[in-house]
Nanobody, 126 residues
Framework: QVQLVESGGGLVQPGGSLRLACAAS????????IGWFRQAPGKEREGVSC????????KYDESVKGRFTISGDSAKNTVYLQMDNLKPEDTGIYYC???????????????????WGQGTQVTVSS
């Protein structure tokens, strides 16, 4: 049974940092793309970043480029999202998701992801 568990969310002031973790069980990350998505109140879910851990390929939404860094630890079967210089508009529930790595990716389209975690709340406010 595949399970994705997010952690690391919280309340932080603008300009602060958080590191989210997505711990996977029931699958081997080396064979999957992992994506981070977020959903703000009243808005649609949007892609933030994704990674193909085997090839080391990454992708970022323009809104987070230069501020967020995605990385994977195969030994821990965990993917991280380091978020620096956080802004109020980064507020939302952050979800990690997994899809089998079919090559050519990773992709930031939520419909392509099969497995989803329950989410962790990130609030950026002074």
């Amino acid at each position: 049974q595949v399970q994705l568990v997010e952690s690391g969310g919280g309340l932080v002031q603008p300009g602060g940092s958080l590191r989210l973790a997505c711990a996977a069980s029931g699958l081997v990350l080396d064979y999957y793309n992992i994506g981070w998505f977020r959903q703000a109140p009243g808005k649609e879910r949007e892609g933030v970043s994704c990674i193909s851990t085997t090839g080391g390929r990454t992708k970022y939404d323009e809104s987070v480029k230069g501020r967020f860094t995605i990385s994977g630890d195969s030994a821990k079967n965990t993917v991280y999202l380091q978020m620096d210089n956080l802004k109020p508009e980064d507020t939302g529930i952050y979800y990690c998701a997994a899809r089998p790595d079919s090559g050519g990716g990773p992709y930031l389209y939520s419909f392509m992801y099969k497995f989803w975690g329950q989410g962790t709340q990130v609030t950026v406010s002074s």
